[in-house]
């Protein structure tokens, strides 16, 4: 058996997963949250290259109407590795409300891809090995 590059990316995804999944109970037990999955941020409609927890809501609040321990966190971060993972809020609300039809046409067609990908729930397999 070859020794590859160091598999130093492939280490930082099983981190990753590992962090994501010890975080989840606490994502799922927030109020509004419906889907955790591992992807990468969006930021302002682009997808970057940075991973993230996508934390999926029925509705996104303002902070100043959630308590403290209601908020979904700006990122998870486990001390003993080290490992950090930004998490991105998402809504993916059944509401019909005006606010929900504009983001849905500001998707370009990756974006409606990734949507379409994540609510197929693809991200079960993260707790495969749990």
Same mark, same amino acid.
């Given at each position: 058996?070859?020794?590859?590059?160091?598999?130093?990316?492939?280490?930082?995804?099983?981190?990753?997963?590992? !962090?994501?999944?010890?975080?989840?109970?606490?994502?799922?037990?927030?109020?509004?949250?419906? /889907? #955790?999955? !591992?992807?990468?941020?969006?930021?302002?409609?682009? #997808?970057?290259?940075?991973?993230?927890?996508?934390?999926?809501?029925?509705?996104?609040?303002?902070?100043?109407? !959630?308590?403290? /321990?209601?908020?979904?966190?700006?990122?998870?971060?486990?001390?003993?590795?080290?490992?950090? !993972?930004?998490?991105?809020?998402?809504?993916?609300?059944?509401?019909?409300?005006?606010? /929900?039809?504009?983001?849905?046409?500001?998707?370009?067609?990756?974006?409606?891809?990734?949507?379409?990908?994540?609510?197929?729930?693809?991200?079960?397999?993260?707790?495969?090995?749990?």
């Amino acid at each position: 058996h070859h020794h590859g590059p160091p598999a130093a990316t492939h280490n930082m995804a099983q981190q990753e997963l590992k !962090l994501m999944s010890t975080e989840m109970p606490k994502l799922f037990g927030l109020p509004n949250v419906t /889907g #955790v999955v !591992l992807g990468k941020k969006t930021v302002k409609g682009a #997808v970057t290259a940075d991973t993230a927890v996508i934390v999926y809501v029925s509705k996104k609040l303002p902070k100043d109407q !959630l308590s403290a /321990g209601a908020c979904v966190p700006d990122k998870l971060v486990d001390a003993a590795s080290g490992t950090a !993972l930004l998490t991105d809020v998402v809504e993916r609300g059944g509401a019909s409300g005006a606010k /929900g039809v504009s983001a849905d046409e500001g998707l370009g067609a990756r974006g409606d891809l990734t949507l379409k990908h994540a609510a197929a729930d693809v991200d079960m397999s993260a707790f495969d090995d749990l």
